[in-house]
């Protein structure tokens, strides 16, 4: 009995190690697979991140040695009148183009929801400009705003008899045409989410409508704009996030021959590889990184407990 009950005590010691070791294996087969993406993600995104924020407290042009300056890069940022004139165009951008991209996606996705003729090619020429190369985009929108030949002042001209043509690409205007472009660039990605959103809709909750009596606007105000609360939430905060970060846009719109953008169109990411880049301070570039960053996090943040709030009222 002794000798037995030792063997099976010594059996279950076994089982016990052995499936240690599967899990141990199994553990690093899954670590090997994420292993991958997880090095890039580090070396491409988390140890800069972490290099930004160390950056942001000390002096360095990338040749001299590094200086610790403590707040002094943030300080320097409340007396920086092209730090203030980049976050307001920045903001001016952002707060026009959120609300007129989700408009325009949610009227081609309620468009693309019915049925139409032609559907499936009105839908690949609404989502073109998101696919299409920035730079041959540009060009043509450079050309048709052309302030002398372009066909859109050409029109205002002849048609509308307007003396005093605009400068799409200059003064405050320049704003206005950045807008204009992200919207129609942007607007065929979230006609997309749109679209989804309105599918995943239940036939039923419109029927129950129709028997109620209520019109097309009745419906879209009781029926579609709330069961598309989620799909809304996530586009106004993917938008947010890509108009703080916007660059390419304004740098090919707007950066003009020798590559610089004017006060009325700088932007703030703009202003940070400026700084950085140009000028070589990193420092104080990281310094206006890490007020971007936090001005994002604090939007995103009243955006989720907003929605969190409705969702629980």
């Not at 996530?234 to 996030?241: A, D, N, R, S, Y």
């Not at 890509?242 to 700088?266: E, H, P, Q, W």
Request: proline fraction near 3%; aromatic fraction near 16%; charged fraction near 15%.
């Amino acid at each position: 009995m002794r000798v037995s009950a030792q063997n099976n005590m010594e059996n279950s010691v076994e089982l016990k190690k052995s499936k240690k070791r599967r899990d141990r294996k199994r553990t690093l087969v899954a670590y090997s697979f994420i292993a991958p993406n997880f090095i890039g993600f580090a070396v491409f995104t988390l140890i800069p991140i972490i290099c930004a924020f160390a950056l942001g407290f000390v002096k360095w042009d990338g040749n001299n040695p590094i200086k610790f300056v403590g707040l002094e890069n943030f300080k320097r940022l409340a007396g920086d009148s092209m730090f203030w004139a980049s976050l307001k165009n920045t903001l001016i951008y952002c707060i026009g183009t959120v609300p007129l991209t989700m408009i325009a996606s949610l009227g081609l996705a309620s468009i693309l929801n019915q049925k139409i003729v032609a559907k499936g090619v009105f839908r690949t020429v609404a989502f073109f400009p998101y696919v299409a190369s920035l730079v041959a985009i540009t060009a043509v929108w450079a050309m048709l705003f052309h302030p002398s030949k372009g066909p859109v002042n050409a029109i205002l001209y002849y048609i509308f008899h307007m003396k005093n043509l605009p400068n799409w690409f200059g003064g405050n205007l320049i704003l206005v045409t950045l807008i204009l472009f992200s919207v129609w660039k942007y607007m065929g990605y979230y006609m997309v989410i749109y679209l989804a959103g309105l599918q995943g809709i239940s036939a039923e909750l419109y029927e129950a409508a129709s028997l109620d009596g209520a019109g097309s606007w009745q419906k879209f105000r009781y029926v579609t704009w709330p069961q598309l609360r989620p799909t809304t939430f996530f586009v106004v905060v993917m938008l947010t996030i890509n108009c703080f970060k916007v660059y390419d846009i304004a740098i090919m719109l707007a950066g003009g021959g020798d590559g610089r953008l004017g006060t009325s169109s700088t932007v703030l990411v703009y202003y940070i590889y400026q700084k950085a880049f140009v000028e070589w301070d990193l420092g104080y570039s990281s310094a206006i990184a890490m007020v971007l960053f936090v001005i994002v996090l604090i939007i995103t943040v009243i955006q989720f407990k907003g929605n969190a709030k409705y969702e629980n009222s």
